[in-house]
């Protein structure tokens, strides 16, 4: 359905990727995976045709719709909900826009009856069952939005992002284009996703950090590394697999190479001055003229080093809210909610957006008033704290490790350390804060609460922005950690990786406290995924 031959593209003098060469089929589910930078958005936006290529062919098959996600949020701010999912069928929204102006004239002339025979045909082509209304609501219904006629100005980022992944699966395109449909879905709407693209029969190239996702949906990985996109068959965790076999084959290649080459350099030196032996030390300087050894590659992928430590053991009195009570307007949050954190827990927390997952965390931080009840903090208790919008505090001129320095933290060796083990080297220390990707915001962020050595973590959506990679070793530090943490999270295999405790709200004060990994929670809940 979708053939690319020769594809090379640079930025300047940056090779991206060189004479890619693949054939994306119907019925197959495309997971985009790289490290930041290696070019995952910028292939993307080639495939959809948002950029010119350096070089080689894009081929599509005739007749196919595409649709790609959008990502300008704000430019549909004077549309209800539905119009800007019914937009999506740009087509169909023109038919039925013209339809309505026209059936408001005065008087029915015979154009105008003309007219509106011929939208009639083409609403009835773009939509035979004439259901389009109730396919948008039971999209947008799926996603948490009821209020269909509401205006897009009206409603938080958040949703509006929903409202874009629903205007591009409205039209069911054929191929489709998707850069992270996950962000800002909360763990229900993923599941919905999940469910809506596997039964998705066209072709689909998705990029996503969410690496249960991507289990569940993909049928093939491209994988954007060595200046090359390569094909694998299979989910996530099938690609993680054979690409380290692949990986150690070359390594043991190369090896076997490099000890032949050893072995012919011994034999030539030891014999190319013998007469009888001539030959044959001959003979070997052919093969080694002949012997190819292959440079390893380098991976763009780097593993940061996630380490959280103490400056002191925490205590046994760590958290405890008392008859709690919180609300906005009359949006209840917290009712009458008692809650003691014990030594040991690691508490995910979980629910759909809105529920006041940032509110509990700004309360428990003193950042936010409750309206009633009372916090307790025990004495031995140091806080860290991950906020949901730290890359909009991360702001200004000052260089990486001038921002880390504070009073407690002076050492400029230890600060460097720190950033090293966060993937910035020494030259990327020396940018201004403000410069800063989302991604690097939140690896400078963690950078932070490794030197605050805090005894328990409070993380909001520390996730958010950062790569696969930097997922599973903030999943294994918490793991590791020797404290206590809270963290907020739509990201199933993080919480999996360390949370012992659920904390489920459920909206309208409701509150499920369980005591259990996430998946002996989704058991005793019957939260069926498929």
């Given at each position: ?8 593209h640079r930025f300047?003098?940056q090779?991206?990727f ?21 070019g995952?958005?910028?292939f ?11 070089s080689g062919?894009?081929i ?5 719709k595409?649709g790609?996600?959008g990502?300008?949020q704000?430019a549909?701010?004077n ?8 937009w999506g069928?740009?087509?169909l ?5 013209e ?7 005065e008087?029915f002339t ?9 939208l009639e045909i ?5 939509d035979p069952?004439y259901?389009?209304?109730?396919r948008?609501?039971?999209i947008?219904?799926?996603l948490?939005l ?7 100005s009206?409603i ?5 992002v929903?409202?874009l992944?629903?205007q591009?699966?409205f ?6 284009f ?5 962000n800002?879905l909360?763990i ?11 039964n ?7 990029i996503?950090?969410?690496r ?5 949906v993909?049928?093939?990985i491209l994988?954007?590394?060595?200046k ?10 099938d690609?993680?697999?054979?690409a380290n ?7 043991m ?8 080459r050893e072995?012919?350099e ?5 014999f190319?001055a013998?007469?009888?032996?001539a ?7 052919k093969q080694?003229?002949?012997l190819?050894?292959n ?10 080093s996630?380490?959280f430590?103490t ?7 760590l958290i405890?809210?008392t008859?709690?009570n919180?609300?906005f ?13 014990n030594?040991g827990?690691?508490i995910?927390?979980i629910?759909?957006n ?7 965390c700004k309360?428990l931080?003193s950042e936010l ?10 004495a ?6 991950f906020?949901?919008d730290s890359s ?7 260089k990486?490790y ?12 230890e ?5 090293g083990?966060?993937?910035?080297s020494?030259?990327?220390q020396?940018k ?5 990707s989302g991604g ?7 950078s932070?609460?490794?030197?605050q050595?805090?005894?328990l973590?409070?993380l909001?959506?520390p ?8 997922i ?7 793991y590791n ?5 809270i963290c ?8 999996d990786?360390?949370a012992?405790r659920?904390?489920?709200?459920k909206g ?5 406290d369980?005591k259990?990994?996430y998946?002996?929670y989704?058991?005793?809940?019957a939260?069926?995924e498929?």
């Amino acid at each position: 359905m979708v053939e690319i031959k020769g594809l090379t593209h640079r930025f300047g003098s940056q090779l991206l990727f060189e004479d890619v060469n693949l054939k994306l089929n119907s019925h197959n589910r495309y997971g985009l995976i790289g490290a930041n930078g290696a070019g995952k958005s910028t292939f993307l936006k080639i495939l959809s045709g948002q950029i010119e290529h350096t070089s080689g062919d894009i081929i599509i098959e005739s007749n196919k719709k595409i649709g790609v996600l959008g990502q300008d949020q704000f430019a549909f701010e004077n549309f209800t909900l539905k119009d800007a999912v019914l937009w999506g069928n740009k087509r169909l929204y023109d038919a039925i826009k013209e339809k309505e102006k026209l059936y408001l004239s005065e008087e029915f002339t015979d154009e105008i009856n003309e007219r509106l025979s011929e939208l009639e045909i083409i609403t009835a082509e773009e939509d035979p069952t004439y259901e389009y209304e109730t396919r948008i609501e039971k999209i947008l219904s799926s996603l948490g939005l009821h209020e269909y006629d509401k205006l897009m100005s009206q409603i938080e980022s958040s949703d509006k992002v929903k409202v874009l992944l629903a205007q591009v699966l409205f039209p069911k395109p054929d191929i489709l284009f998707l850069d992270e449909p996950t962000n800002n879905l909360d763990i229900d709407a993923i599941a919905w996703l999940e469910r809506e693209l596997i039964n998705h029969e066209g072709t689909l190239v998705v990029i996503s950090h969410d690496r249960h996702f991507l289990n569940r949906v993909c049928t093939h990985i491209l994988d954007v590394d060595f200046k090359q996109i390569r094909e694998f068959s299979g989910n996530y965790d099938d690609w993680y697999i054979a690409a380290n076999l692949v990986a150690k084959q070359a390594e043991m290649e190369r090896d076997k190479k490099l000890k032949e080459r050893e072995e012919l350099e011994k034999f030539i030196a030891r014999f190319s001055a013998n007469a009888s032996k001539a030959k044959q030390a001959t003979s070997r300087a052919k093969q080694l003229e002949k012997l190819q050894i292959n440079e390893i590659k380098i991976s763009s992928r780097r593993d940061p080093s996630i380490l959280f430590r103490t400056n002191r053991e925490i205590g046994n009195e760590l958290i405890e809210l008392t008859a709690i009570n919180k609300k906005f307007d009359d949006n209840v949050i917290l009712d009458n909610f008692n809650f003691k954190m014990n030594k040991g827990d690691k508490i995910a927390i979980i629910g759909t957006n809105g529920v006041g997952k940032s509110t509990l965390c700004k309360i428990l931080m003193s950042e936010l008033e409750a309206d009633s009840g009372k916090v307790h903090i025990g004495a031995t208790i140091e806080l860290g704290y991950f906020a949901q919008d730290s890359s909009n505090k991360i702001t200004g001129t000052l260089k990486l490790y001038e921002w880390l320095q504070d009073s407690k933290n002076k050492d400029l060796d230890e600060i460097r350390k720190c950033l090293g083990r966060m993937l910035f080297s020494g030259a990327e220390q020396e940018k201004e804060v403000g410069s800063l990707s989302g991604g690097e915001k939140h690896r400078l962020m963690l950078s932070k609460l490794m030197l605050q050595r805090a005894n328990l973590l409070i993380l909001d959506e520390p996730n958010n922005h950062l790569d696969l990679e930097a997922i599973i070793a903030l999943g294994e530090a918490l793991y590791n950690f020797s404290g206590s943490c809270i963290c907020v999270s739509h990201d199933r295999e993080l919480i999996d990786a360390f949370a012992n405790r659920i904390l489920h709200l459920k909206g309208n004060g409701e509150i499920i406290d369980f005591k259990g990994s996430y998946e002996e929670y989704r058991t005793t809940y019957a939260m069926d995924e498929k």
